[in-house]
């Protein structure tokens, strides 16, 4: 989401979150089961933009707060009877980023997004650290 103050100046404000299972066999013949992982970002920051006939070009120094969570798993090794557990866990981290990109301007209402680029810095804390997020879309104004 982003607020414009200015036709030069706004305020963004970016959240996405991913997830998906890591299957036993990922890790290893002497594993069973699977574990959920999900990593969540919010990005706050000024934004500036830079608008041209059909374009609009932008960027973002964020603050950015990061969490991965990681459900239980276990594990079986046929060296030792009995199944260990992997106890789910929770991280959080804050830390800096930047971000830019580029809108295609369709309508008075409309954009395409053709690139936006998120790289965040790493964090305080025990977070997921550095990532790049690159994503595209629609862009609707109101």
Do not use: C
């Not at 699977?34 to 920051?45: A, N, V």
């Not at 969570?69 to 992997?86: L, R």
């Amino acid at each position: 989401m982003n607020l414009n103050f200015h036709k030069y100046v706004g305020l963004a404000i970016d959240f996405d979150t991913s997830s998906w299972t890591v299957h036993a066999r990922d890790i290893g013949d002497f594993s069973r089961g699977k574990q959920q992982i999900r990593l969540s970002f919010l990005s706050i920051g000024p934004r500036f933009i830079w608008r041209r006939e059909r374009f609009i070009l932008f960027g973002t120094p964020t603050m950015d707060y990061q969490r991965s969570q990681f459900s239980s798993m276990t594990i079986a090794d046929p060296a030792n009877p009995g199944n260990q557990i992997v106890p789910a866990s929770n991280s959080n981290a804050w830390g800096l980023g930047l971000a830019g990109g580029m809108d295609l301007i369709l309508t008075k209402h409309i954009a395409l997004r053709l690139a936006q680029i998120n790289y965040s810095l790493g964090g305080l804390g025990e977070g997921p650290g550095r990532r790049l997020r690159i994503k595209t879309g629609i862009v609707l104004g109101f």
